[in-house]
């Protein structure tokens, strides 16, 4: 079956400490994206990555990091300079980044702090 | 500049009675409409989309929405409401502006369905 992997589940950070959210995709897409999720809000955007080895700040991309230098793979980073990364982080794909193509999720990985 | 609000955070209903949960949007361009549906500790799965075809936009598991412009809304509703669409439903409109395939949420729908 085609779809997005993210791992791990669920992730714990301890103050000070980087950690590397998985996402990878096996529908041949072209364009994937990070969203972080807060209780009782939309999905605000990260960072997106249109083709492989490029790849953009979104609306909230301050304390993250990515890279993109597999069309499958596109992890994310949550540094240190991230003060509140306590959030559900989703990772998406669509087959192009064009307006009319409906993007596909994985099922997200709980961030928390210890 | 696109937006998308939803005009109710929590909706509830009966089972096998009608479901209606409401969006409207701003869009200086002929915009994509898509709504997603979220269960607990999960991603979004696709309900439905437009893209400047019919107005009228049939889903999955029996749910539609129709685009009226006039009205800058897209609300979407299933005749008979059943236990497993308990779910957030957001609401989400294209960013047009910059060609980027990216998405503009609504803060979503939190929908009850009592037995």
């Known amino acids: 079956d085609g779809g997005i992997t993210q791992s791990p589940k669920y992730l714990f950070r301890k103050e000070g400490q980087n950690v590397t959210l998985s996402c990878e995709q096996n529908?041949?897409?072209?364009?994937m994206y990070w969203y972080r999720q807060d209780p009782g809000q939309g999905l605000r955007l990260i960072y997106y990555?249109?083709?492989?080895?490029?790849?953009q700040k979104g609306d909230i991309a301050e304390g993250y990091s990515v890279s993109r230098e597999k069309k499958e793979s596109f992890p994310l980073t949550v540094t240190s300079a991230q003060k509140n990364p306590t959030a559900f982080y989703l990772c998406?794909?669509?087959?192009?980044?064009?307006?009319?193509?409906?993007?596909?999720f994985g099922d997200g990985t709980r961030l928390s702090i210890l | 500049a696109q937006s998308v609000t939803q005009l109710d955070s929590h909706v509830s209903v009966s089972e096998g009675t009608p479901v209606l949960l409401r969006c409207n949007y701003s869009?200086?361009?002929?915009?994509?409409l898509f709504w997603y549906v979220q269960h607990p500790n999960k991603g979004l799965q696709l309900l439905l989309k437009?893209?400047?075809?019919?107005?009228l936009v049939k889903g999955i598991n029996g749910f539609e929405a129709e685009f009226k412009k006039s009205e800058t809304s897209f609300h979407l509703t299933k005749p008979s409401a059943h236990m497993s669409d308990a779910a957030e439903y957001f609401c989400?409109?294209?960013?047009?502006?910059?060609?980027?395939?990216?998405?503009?949420f609504g803060q979503g729908t939190t929908l009850q369905v009592k037995p």
């Open positions: 437009y893209t400047s075809a019919a107005t």
């Open positions: 529908l041949n897409h072209d364009a």
């Open positions: 990555s249109q083709i492989v080895n490029d790849f």
């Open positions: 989400v409109v294209s960013d047009l502006s910059s060609n980027t395939g990216k998405l503009i």
């Open positions: 998406a794909s669509s087959l192009q980044p064009r307006a009319d193509q409906p993007q596909h």
């Open positions: 869009s200086s361009y002929s915009p994509s």
